[in-house]
């Protein structure tokens, strides 16, 4: 069963004739097409997708199992005819679509055809990755394995956190990567407070904790994985910050296999991180799920009762972090497999001191 059989597949549940993706990522995972301007209908017998002359050719190689409709550039100007008899319930992404556009829908589809808000269904069969996909994600992972060799013979100390994050970004396009799968962090001392800090033009210092997370587009797949080095000897409070969230890490990666809840896989972390008395210093949840896009479902986090299952690919990735003092996270990417978890990430967790 094709990607969009499977979708169709779940429009009866939502009382939906057919859904109007317009999701770049979506619209890649559906049909194939790898372009910046499309949009496609999807139904139990509807494969339709529009593009403008720029994609056409493109369009013709890489779609699977829909059929082309070349479009003026405003494609949504094509969805005013080809529509079936009657009254129709069109499902839209509703996430992704912003009010103005959803206006202009309304003006252009015929009066019959109602609009209902339909988000997620695309993104819930993107959860559940194929072998194909697994083995591209496998690859990414790899590739972010090297890069952090790499880094380790370079070296940190006296080097910008900017010019670490650029050094380690053109290591990824140097081994095939179309580039990051988000903006690479590298944050040292204080600036590793930060979960999501911004590398500084500032001299990563000796002695303390540096936090570096990664991750590499390949063949559109992402990775990602952080690791916390020591440059140099630590004081004892930052020793122990790092001895904690390893342990917190290591113990949630035991606990993610099918049928675990998200929130119960990311309370065996946080219990553990607020027993050694830093509860205030984890705010993020455990971990998200990744693919062709850097954040997707499922998720890792408090209140999420949503279950794992064998083919999930997430991160599991604890932190603290300290104002004004530093912290550390470890982050490995993670598939659920049939009967618990297989870890993609291979660069040693253990504290590696570099210089």
Not at 42 to 47: L, Y
Not at 87 to 111: I, K, M, N
Request: charged residues 25%; hydrophobic residues 40%.
């Amino acid at each position: 069963m094709s990607r969009a059989d499977r979708v169709a597949g779940r429009l009866a549940e939502p009382g939906l004739d057919a859904l109007l993706v317009t999701d770049r990522i979506n619209l890649r995972y559906l049909t194939g097409f790898t372009g910046t301007n499309g949009i496609a209908v999807v139904g139990p017998d509807t494969r339709r997708f529009f593009t403008d002359s720029r994609y056409v050719a493109r369009a013709r190689a890489e779609l699977d199992g829909f059929d082309l409709q070349p479009a003026p550039q405003d494609l949504r100007s094509a969805l005013a005819d080809g529509w079936p008899e009657g009254a129709l319930r069109l499902g839209f992404e509703d996430q992704h679509v912003t009010v103005r556009s959803h206006t202009r829908l309304r003006e252009t589809l015929p009066g019959r055809i109602e609009l209902v808000p339909a988000g997620g269904l695309v993104e819930a069969e993107r959860a559940v990755k194929e072998p194909a996909e697994l083995e591209a994600i496998r690859a990414a992972a790899a590739l972010i394995d090297d890069v952090y060799a790499w880094l380790l013979g370079w070296g940190l100390t006296g080097r910008t956190e900017r010019e670490v994050a650029l050094a380690a970004e053109d290591q990824m396009r140097a081994r095939g990567a179309a580039g990051a799968s988000f903006p690479s962090i590298v944050a040292a001392a204080e600036n590793g407070a930060l979960p999501h800090a911004t590398p500084r033009d500032v001299p990563i210092p000796g002695g303390t904790l540096v936090t570096l997370d990664l991750g590499a587009i390949l063949d559109g797949y992402c990775s990602d994985c952080t690791r916390t080095w020591a440059t140099g000897e630590l004081p004892g409070d930052l020793e122990a910050l790092y001895a904690t969230v390893l342990e917190a890490q290591v113990t949630a990666l035991d606990a993610v296999r099918p049928g675990e809840r998200g929130r119960d896989v990311d309370a065996v972390a946080r219990d553990l991180i607020a027993a050694a008395g830093h509860e205030e210093h984890f705010g993020h949840g455990l971990g998200h799920g990744v693919g062709l896009d850097i954040h997707e479902a499922p998720r890792l986090a408090r209140g999420v009762d949503e279950r794992l299952v064998a083919g999930n690919v997430v991160t599991v990735e604890p932190g603290i972090y300290v104002p004004d003092r530093g912290g550390a996270r470890i982050e490995d990417l993670v598939v659920v497999t049939g009967d618990g978890r297989d870890v993609l990430s291979g660069t040693s967790k253990e504290l590696t001191h570099v210089g």
